[in-house]
């Protein structure tokens, strides 16, 4: 039995998840020998997919101990942004547990919808979302793109085989 004043922390939405690709998300980048879809399409089955986004262990405080040695003190968990050389970051994000050791074996995957990852990304300040910097397939959402997904908006195929976003209209009160 739980005091009133409990406090309960929401569960994840990913509590079963086993660390695989989006079977959408993964056959639109091209994961299963096909070639990659076009950047519209991949970014249609990004928006309803789970990415793994990596966090890692950053150093805070560091303490000297009588033999003048270096000791940790505290730690944090941390997203990761990547800097490019052109100096823009984007915050990464992978499509499962294999593409993410791929690039570090050490991070630890944190199950998110897509649409959490740009609007973290958006948040931080970053200029993209990488998904799978260590391949077998990269791909970035950066500028309008990334705040539209952020947003929850969806890209959707029009009439005339072309595509566009769908998402409420702030003028109309979210309703559209």
Known sequence: MSRPDAKRLQGSAYVDD????DPALARSLGHDGAPAASYPEVLAALADARVLVPVVAVLGEVEHGPDGLARDKSSDMAAVLMTGADGRT????FTSTGTLTAWDPEARPVPVAARLAAATAVQEGADALLLDVAGPTRFV????DLRRLAAGWRPVRLGD??????GADPADGGAG
């Not at 086993?18 to 690709?21: F, P, V």
């Open 161 to 166: 085989g072309g595509w566009g976003w769908l």
């Open 18 to 21: 086993d660390g695989t690709a």
């Open 141 to 144: 959402v950066e500028g309008d």
């Open 90 to 93: 984007a915050l990464m994000g």
